[in-house]
């Protein structure tokens, strides 16, 4: 998961300047960290029925073998055999421990057990669609699970992915030209609820994708988040 966009870029009406966190298309669903050479259920302790329920909770986004090499890979990091994985473990997982928001993610993986780790997981698959990406990447931001992402959500974020290569100032003048690009300027100039956010990503990656546009790292591209955080496009 690693890399962030550029913060210094000036184009666009702010969300061309936050980094964002979503995988690009093959990092999360063929990492070989997440995926080991697959081997048989047996080694594993789930049965085809765990295997096929757990399938069809995630919405088939991973295939069978995939989600033998996730229960692997969720029993090494869970080290007492809880059933569950605590910040510290998720922490162990080092494509979320290079990230640069890392304590969002542990927020949201905490506590999960492996079929909520696995679902989870399979919005960052290709077989996820571009709303369903765009909706976790709203729970992210989301920073205090209002439904809303206002301007304090959005200064926490940049906080986080910029660190010291951003200022306060810049934090603010972003946020201020994300609220003020958003239909109707937000809900009811609080921030941006879901549909909100969706239309400005849509048109953000529009404007950045048509003609003579600049291609870098950050929203407007919807670079997605994990690895950078994939472009689903």
């Given at each position: 998961m690693g890399q962030v966009g550029d913060l210094s870029h000036k184009q666009g009406g702010g969300w061309d300047r936050i980094p964002v966190f979503i995988t690009h298309r093959h990092s999360v669903h063929q990492s070989s960290l997440l995926f080991p050479p697959p081997q048989?259920?047996?080694?594993?302790?789930?049965?085809?029925?765990?295997?096929?329920s757990i399938q069809e909770y995630c919405q088939y986004r991973f295939t069978q073998p995939e989600i033998l090499s996730l229960y692997r890979r969720f029993r090494r990091l869970d080290l007492k055999q809880k059933g569950y994985l605590t910040a510290d473990e998720i922490l162990g997982i080092p494509e979320i421990s290079i990230n640069p928001l890392s304590p969002r993610l542990?927020?949201?993986?905490?506590?999960?057990?492996?079929?909520?780790?696995?679902?989870?997981?399979s919005i960052f698959s290709p077989r996820a669609s571009v709303e369903e990406k765009t909706a976790f990447l709203f729970q992210v931001y989301d920073v205090d699970h209002d439904g809303i992402i206002t301007k304090a959500d959005l200064r926490v974020m940049?906080?986080?992915?910029?660190?010291?290569?951003?200022?306060?100032?810049?934090?603010?003048?972003?946020?201020?030209?994300?609220?003020k690009s958003s239909p109707g300027g937000g809900a009811g100039g609080r921030g941006l609820n879901l549909d909100q956010f969706r239309q400005v990503i849509r048109a953000s990656s529009a404007k950045s994708n048509g003609p003579g546009a600049k291609h870098h790292h950050g929203m407007t591209g919807l670079h997605w988040m994990t690895a950078s955080l994939p472009n689903p496009h």
């Open positions: 048989g259920m047996s080694s594993t302790g789930l049965t085809q029925y765990d295997v096929e542990v927020q949201i993986y905490s506590g999960v057990n492996f079929k909520e780790f696995v679902s989870l997981l940049l906080g986080m992915l910029g660190g010291s290569a951003i200022s306060a100032d810049e934090i603010d003048s972003i946020s201020d030209q994300v609220l």
